[in-house]
């Protein structure tokens, strides 16, 4: 699987996701057309696939945090975490690939109501306390909000600042809102 999904988006940099068929894509990741289906219904999952595997990755660094944090807190670090690992010129190359198609934009967009969800059961296990359900949802919520408004940001600007120091504006920015002002 992670060898279709570096040809797909290898293909997709170089020659456009529109002009990348699944031809191309099977051929260039060695194997067949029908192999490819076994891993993806289409080519839009390759792009999909990145941004689901985003949210995994941030869930499972909610597990491991330290018991002493907040649950804000270990989804910032964890959110911070997993964008710095990912090279900038990268993260603006793949943005731009999945608004380059309505498509994919649309189950862009979709998929970060599967991610939201992915945090909840990450913040669910951490911090299990049924009275507490409400406000780890809105946390979710929350994170992936401040995940869309960094990444518009991100590619708004063309990538001048990273996602990293825009993700700590806007975490910093909720934190300011609730703590200080009236």
Known sequence: MERITEAGI????DRGYEATTLDDIAAAAAISRRSFFHYFKSKDDILISLQSGMGTTIAEAIRNAPPDKRPIEAVRDAVLDVCAAVPPDDMLAIDRLMRSSNTVQARKQA???DQERTLLAALRERWPEPERESALKLVAMIAMGAIRLSTEAFNQEDGARTMPTLLRETFGALETELL???
Request: proline share 0%; aromatic share 20%.
């Open 10 to 13: 290898r293909l997709f940099l």
């Open 180 to 182: 200080t002002r009236r």
């Open 111 to 113: 998929s970060y109501v």
